[in-house]
């Protein structure tokens, strides 16, 4: 068999995103890829001082997360990876991570500005859209107190990153 082939046009893919072992997470976006499936791992560089020297590291957004788009026919081929102990599950079946989600996730990671990630849950602010800038069309809430900031919510795994927005426009999306 081919890679990839368990899915045809009749099968809609989707984003899930599965829980890996410690440090695991680039062996399982190898092995994804070598099965053919699409991944994404999220991560951002920075600098490490030791007592001799800097360098370069590239470091997790969601240590112990792996994002891939696939579909049910393929769900126990990617179980069978060595270091992937689960999908993420919602209501007994694997959680969907909706596209503009990971769409957003790419632009943030690939934009250079500056971000924080969140784990615990946020009250709900303001939904906006982001109309300019490096991260144009993306989709946000506000974050109470603080009109400066929003956070893009990645659904499935309760995390958030929380982005500076003094250089973009927001609208909100009822007004648009």
């Known amino acids: 068999m081919t890679k ?11 984003w899930h995103v599965v829980y ?18 699409e991944s994404f791992l999220p991560s951002r560089k920075v600098v490490r001082q030791w007592s001799d020297r800097k360098k370069v590291v ?3 957004i969601f240590p112990s997360y792996v994002f891939l788009r696939s579909c ?11 270091g992937l102990v689960r999908f993420v599950i919602f209501d007994g079946k694997p959680s969907k991570i909706p596209e503009w989600q990971i769409d957003a996730l790419r632009k943030i990671t690939s934009s250079g500005i500056r971000y924080s990630c969140l784990t ?6 303001e939904k906006v859209k982001i109309i300019s800038g490096p991260l144009c069309g993306t989709y946000g809430e ?9 956070r893009i919510i990645i659904d499935g795994i309760s995390n958030s990153l929380i982005i500076n927005t003094s250089s973009m426009e927001l609208a909100r999306i009822g007004c648009l």
């Open 20 to 37: 890996t072992r410690y440090r695991y997470e680039r062996k399982v976006q190898k092995e994804l890829d070598n099965l053919g499936i």
């Open 120 to 125: 615990q849950s946020i009250p709900c602010g």
């Open 4 to 14: 990839g082939t368990d899915c045809n046009q009749f099968t809609q893919k989707s």
């Open 58 to 60: 590239e470091n997790l």
């Open 72 to 82: 049910e026919k393929e769900y126990y081929k990617v179980l069978s990876i060595k």
């Open 142 to 150: 506000v974050i109470k107190g603080n009109q400066n900031q929003i």
